[in-house]
Nanobody, 125 residues
């Protein structure tokens, strides 16, 4: 089971980025996928999660209304569209699965089973 995140970079405040998480080695359409981030000196923070069954989506309060998660099962890819970026969004972003297995409770534990290598997002002028 492998997850590979990409799409990070340097962006000005108010800008946008789209992260991608490409999966391989498992039946992608049967797994929930989550994004979490970690900034230097800060705790892991859950960002978003998408279920496998009905593609229902979940967001942390800090990104709700600015970030959009989606999945393309044919491409085995989950996307995180990030708009209206703020300096406090600066972090390494990771995608993960199994856990998360059930998105509604994942934000409480932030337990991570398999994760990708992470992609750095820097929001700065």
């Amino acid at each position: 089971l492998q997850l590979q995140a990409s799409g990070g970079g340097l962006v000005q405040p108010g800008g946008s980025l789209r992260l991608s998480c490409v999966a391989s080695g498992f039946t992608f359409e049967l797994y929930a996928i989550g994004w979490f981030r970690q900034a230097p000196g800060k705790e892991r923070e859950g960002v978003s999660c998408i279920m496998y069954s009905d593609a229902s989506t979940y967001y942390s309060d800090s990104v709700k209304g600015r970030f959009t998660i989606s999945r393309d099962n044919a491409k085995k890819t989950v996307y995180l569209q990030m708009d209206s970026l703020k300096p406090e969004d600066t972090a390494v972003y990771y995608c993960a699965t199994d856990p998360p297995s059930f998105c509604p409770v994942w934000f409480e534990s932030l337990e991570v089973g398999h994760r990708g290598q992470g992609t750095l997002v820097t929001v700065s002028s």
